[in-house]
């Protein structure tokens, strides 16, 4: 299914669901008098976050930080069956539960089978990352978790009854410390604030299988993205700044091969860029041909990334790897990289609109991406590549506690 019509089944099938099952909590929890506190042994924690691979990672703070303060609890994390093979490489996470959205019968089956495992798992915490899915919000409260813990907003109040225990959303804070405001307020008291994605699990042939489907053998790259999921396509940088861009690089750069990646399904549109290099022998078109494990590696050995706001930035931020990130309707406050990292934004008055629209005011029009220039792009891969220091991004402090307390909290 395509993000439309996934957003007109979450409207008219999960909307009227979660009002039910916000009346229906509410009257049971008031007839049986349900504990909701949370200073009592926790055994299972379940985590849940379908969509966004770059969520994900930048979740892994959170994850590390339930590990470290809860050692023997076991930890399910719930998500897209698309995301599994992510998953797999964040060591914290004991169990993973997916669900398909390849079609309504998929959906489906994949959700009874879902439930039927979080009844048998019985967690006693369910942290639902999602913002706006009400199915993540009929899948959370269906969990019969006596604490579930999700984020509020005010166009989402009906929400007050599904969640026993609910945060405010602040779209300046860090997305990463946004999550990690659950595990304060489960108590915890060690704080993990790094991404972290495990490639010690790979296998070491893992480079020349690269090499032998790129029919070459990589020493010196860049990796350049010009993709964005369908999340939200405005963030992708124009093909042509993208083309323009590459060409520059292939004459200063002679020494880096430039490999284009993409996922099976961005093959098309990363094609269109690659044909427009052809006469370009160092540049690569891997699009559709690596696996996750094997984009992990393409990345761990990059020289530097040039890439959209979008998944594979934040694989890079996660390995550390030197990073020119070009940011629009998101803003870098809130999903941008601090270490190795240069970030290009434009704030337009309309922007970020990530958080405020479905469809975003300019329909398509993204000003935010078209005022990022090929030079100043240029300039910050000479900057990048000319530097043995690590470049380090201001992020504004917040005060995320008051005394133990975490602050944010919204009453139920």
């Known amino acids: 299914m395509n993000f439309k019509t996934k957003i007109l089944i979450d409207r008219t099938i999960g909307l009227p669901l979660v009002y039910t099952l916000n009346v229906l909590a509410r009257v049971l929890g008031f007839l049986l008098r349900i504990d909701h506190s949370l200073n009592k042994p926790i055994k299972t924690i379940a985590v849940c976050k379908f969509v966004g691979?770059?969520?994900?990672?930048?979740?892994?703070?959170?994850?590390?930080?339930?590990?470290?303060?809860?050692?023997?609890?076991s930890i399910i994390f719930i998500s897209n069956e698309s995301n599994r093979a992510l998953l797999n490489h964040i060591t914290e996470i004991d169990t993973v539960f997916t669900i398909s959205d390849k079609g309504i019968s998929a959906l489906l089956k994949t959700t009874a089978s879902l439930l039927f495992k979080l009844w048998k798992q019985k967690p006693d915490v369910y942290i639902d990352l999602e913002i706006y899915s009400n199915y993540s919000s009929v899948i959370a409260t269906m969990s019969l978790s006596k604490n579930r813990i999700g984020f509020f907003k005010n166009d989402k109040t009906y929400r007050k009854g599904i969640y026993t225990h609910m945060l405010y959303f602040n779209v300046k804070s860090p997305i990463s410390q946004t999550y990690l405001q659950f595990a304060r307020l489960l108590g915890c008291k060690n704080i993990v604030s790094?991404?972290?994605?495990?490639?010690?699990?790979?296998?070491d042939n893992t480079s020349r299988i690269i090499d032998q489907k790129l029919n070459t053998t990589l020493q010196k790259y860049i990796v350049v993205n010009p993709n964005a999921s369908d999340l939200r396509l405005e963030r992708r940088w124009d093909l042509e700044n993208f083309a323009t861009l590459i060409h520059k690089m292939c004459v200063e750069f002679p020494e880096y091969k430039i490999i284009l990646i993409g996922a099976g399904n961005e093959t098309e549109y990363v094609g269109r860029l690659s044909s427009q290099l052809k006469a370009k022998k160092n540049v690569l078109d891997s699009s559709g041909k690596l696996s996750i494990k094997e984009l992990l590696i393409l990345t761990t050995n990059a020289s530097l990334m040039i890439t959209n706001d979008t998944g594979p930035m934040h694989i890079a931020f996660a390995l550390k790897v030197k990073t020119v990130a070009l940011f629009g309707p998101c803003s870098p406050q809130q999903y941008g990289g601090i270490?190795?990292?240069?970030?290009?934004?434009?704030?337009?008055y309309c922007s970020p609109c990530v958080h405020e629209f479905i469809t975003p005011p300019c329909k398509g029009d993204n000003q935010c991406m078209k005022k990022i220039k090929v030079e100043e792009v240029l300039n910050s891969v000479r900057s990048q590549l000319n530097s043995t220091s690590s470049v380090v991004n201001q992020q504004s402090d917040i005060d995320y506690t008051s005394g133990d307390s975490p602050l944010g909290v919204v009453l139920r």
């Open 53 to 73: 691979l770059g969520s994900i990672i930048q979740a892994t703070p959170l994850l590390q930080t339930l590990r470290k303060n809860y050692p023997d609890a």
């Open 194 to 203: 790094e991404l972290s994605i495990n490639t010690k699990n790979i296998d």
């Open 339 to 348: 270490e190795n990292t240069i970030t290009i934004y434009k704030n337009t």
